[in-house]
């Protein structure tokens, strides 16, 4: 999560989602202005025919073309309004074709027309085109003429819509029979051109009324009132009861009647409440101001502990909106900084970025949290401000949930199992450590104690003078030590003696390639004995053959069978190149097993907590067989 997402993002932490996580007298404030509010709503939810009546007063717009307050005088509802469309029987030339449009939909009517007026196209002479019979041509031309002008597609349509609409509007008890009966005398009479539109125009303007009072009412949700709207809430709700007068004409209805009447009644019923309601609102409105300031010092002290040179600001911006920013510690709220990804370092931002996942988190009362890595980027100071405030006993936090920390860096363990961090700081959240190693595809967990984590120093120390090791194991921890210990080691005569040995001499070599001065050889091995006993250069080399090696490999552990396999490839001159070559990986992991050059101060007991993947493991043990290594 970047910070300037984040950023963006506050508004929903610090604000609603807050509302999720806030005490309970926040919680019942917000109950109680829901539950005034949704008396007016439930209406429409409870009422299934309200609810056909919204979805079914829309078609009539669609029919006549009804845009800004006037139905359309152009295209198909033009030419319906001049007369066409219907009204057949009004021409005497178009009795011949009364079985075609008498008592049949305007629907069947239409595609009638079409066929006839592609067949006048078709004419050529005095013959029928589809008979051959002879015409007059007198009496067709008319015809013609006639059924060009009244059988047009596009008012047929119109015209279906239309009278499909007011039917089911009728039936439906929507609209009333009688309201309607002169409309219908006009339709398809040139002559009734202006009340034909009067009657459609009307019906339009009661439809857009009726349907916008209902839009208004079902959209007046619960929590939908804003604080600009405290002030005249009791005009919003005036402007929700239904005027029975402007729907006198069409609407006049026993249905519509009851629907007004039950709307009324619940509106002024809602309104008795409206001082409680503003009480409420002033309440909830407090309620989330304290909510946001809190939560802003909140952050702001853990930039301050964190080392942030920046102060966050949030500000409401009605009541369900905030902006929010960050400034320079001294300066003034004006002077927010344009684009913070800019001016903070990547660990500043995943810091920030943190904490704020925290308040989201506790906002959605989460029961699980899973942090993947989360501080290993981070500087001391940081690693601190952030631990310490993810887990603060006195705000809000992730104190005493269940959070599930993955890491690939030891330093949380070592700071948190044994430093003792959360004991040192006043942290009562429990913590617990496990080691997580792929075995053959199975996730095996072991748990880390205190005690499991050794002091280097102290521990290949340990290793090496432990005579029930394998001698390959004690010889490399003995080189690792001394690397530790001695600044300049490999100058020492110790360190001379295990290099040979490791390289698998059985005469021991300076750095010249000639053979090691004899005092040197000695002085060595004196030294030596004080790690691994009393035992001889040869006899050390005994345990470090080619058969040796190979039996450790295929009996021991994982952390002994990775230091044998390299101790075995220097044996075998340019296996390991190869092996570099072929396996970088692989031959990465097994060099710093062998060197220190990779190990903290601190590190976990490898016996116990030794991994290497199990795919790099196969690969070096094909490897070997490949090779015929025997």
């Given at each position: 999560m ?82 066409n ?8 030339e ?29 004419m ?9 019979h ?21 008012a ?6 239309v009278?499909?609409?007011i ?21 398809g ?33 619960p929590l939908?009132?804003t ?9 919003n ?23 007004i009447?039950?709307i ?21 409105e ?30 409401t ?86 959070v ?48 499991d ?43 001379e003696?295990?290099?040979n040995?490791i390289?698998g ?42 058969d ?40 990465k ?22 991994s ?19």
């Amino acid at each position: 999560m970047s910070l300037d997402s984040t950023v963006e993002r506050t508004e929903a932490i610090a604000c609603s989602a807050e509302l999720r996580a806030a005490p309970a007298n926040h919680l019942a404030l917000t109950l109680a202005i829901a539950n005034l509010l949704s008396d007016l709503q439930g209406i429409f939810q409870q009422s299934e025919s309200i609810r056909k009546l919204q979805e079914f007063l829309p078609k009539y717009f669609d029919a006549v073309k009804y845009s800004d307050g006037a139905i359309s005088k152009k295209g198909g509802v033009g030419e319906f309004i001049k007369g066409n469309g219907g009204g057949f029987d009004n021409y005497d030339e178009l009795e011949a074709y009364r079985p075609f449009y008498h008592n049949r939909d305007l629907i069947s009517v239409s595609k009638w027309a079409k066929w006839r007026n592609d067949g006048i196209k078709q004419m050529n002479g005095e013959s029928c085109p589809f008979c051959t019979h002879g015409l007059e041509m007198k009496k067709i031309e008319n015809q013609n003429k006639t059924i060009s002008k009244v059988f047009k597609n596009s008012a047929l349509s119109t015209a279906n819509a239309v009278l499909e609409y007011i039917q089911e509007d009728v039936r439906l008890g929507y609209i009333t029979n009688d309201s309607v009966e002169a409309m219908g005398s006009y339709i398809g009479n040139s002559s009734k051109e202006d009340s034909l539109f009067a009657e459609l125009q009307q019906l339009a303007i009661e439809t857009d009324y009726l349907n916008k009072k209902i839009e208004k009412i079902r959209n007046f949700r619960p929590l939908n009132v804003t604080h600009d709207q405290l002030s005249n809430i009791e005009a919003n709700l005036d402007d929700m009861i239904i005027d029975e007068r402007q729907l006198l004409k069409f609407y006049a209805t026993e249905f519509v009647s009851k629907m007004i009447m039950e709307i009324k009644e619940k509106v002024l019923a809602l309104k008795e409440n409206t001082g409680k309601l503003k009480g409420l609102f002033v309440q909830h409105e407090q309620k989330i101001g304290k909510l946001i300031q809190d939560r802003k010092d909140d952050i702001n002290h853990f930039l301050s502990l964190a080392g942030f040179p920046y102060k966050f600001i949030i500000k409401t911006n009605g009541e369900n909106q905030a902006v929010s920013y960050l400034i320079p510690v001294e300066a003034k709220d004006e002077n927010r900084i344009p684009e913070p990804e800019k001016h903070l370092s990547w660990g500043e931002k995943n810091a920030f970025s943190l904490v704020m996942f925290m308040f989201e988190a506790i906002s959605d009362n989460a029961d699980l949290i899973v942090l993947d890595d989360p501080i290993t980027s981070f500087d001391k100071d940081k690693k601190f401000a952030v631990v310490r405030r993810l887990f603060d006993n006195q705000r809000a936090s992730f104190r005493d949930k269940t959070v599930i920390m993955l890491t690939h860096d030891l330093q949380p363990i070592i700071d948190y199992v044994y430093g003792g961090f959360f004991n040192r700081f006043g942290l009562t959240t429990p913590v617990k450590a496990q080691w997580l190693q792929n075995e053959n595809g199975l996730i095996k967990e072991y748990d880390i104690q205190s005690t499991d984590l050794l002091n280097t120093v102290e521990l290949t120390k340990k290793i090496a003078q432990d005579n029930s090791r394998e001698m390959a194991v004690r010889v490399v921890n003995l080189r690792k030590h001394l690397e530790i210990i001695k600044p300049n080691f490999s100058e020492t005569p110790l360190y001379e003696v295990l290099s040979n040995l490791i390289h698998g001499r059985d005469i021991a070599l300076s750095n010249t390639g000639e053979a090691l001065d004899a005092d040197i050889l000695s002085s060595g091995c004196e030294e030596m004995k004080t790690y691994l006993g009393d035992l001889s250069y040869s006899d050390v080399l005994h345990e470090l053959t080619i058969d040796k090696l190979i039996e450790i490999i295929k009996s021991t552990d994982t952390y002994g069978k990775i230091i044998s396999i390299r101790l075995l490839f220097e044996r075998y001159d340019g296996l390991l190149s190869k092996l570099r070559k072929k396996y970088p990986a692989a031959c990465k992991y097994i060099n710093e097993t062998n060197h220190v050059e990779n190990d903290y101060i601190f590190q976990l007991d490898p016996f116990k907590y030794f991994s290497i993947p199990q795919f790099y493991v196969e690969q070096l043990e094909a490897f070997i067989s490949l090779e015929k290594v025997t």
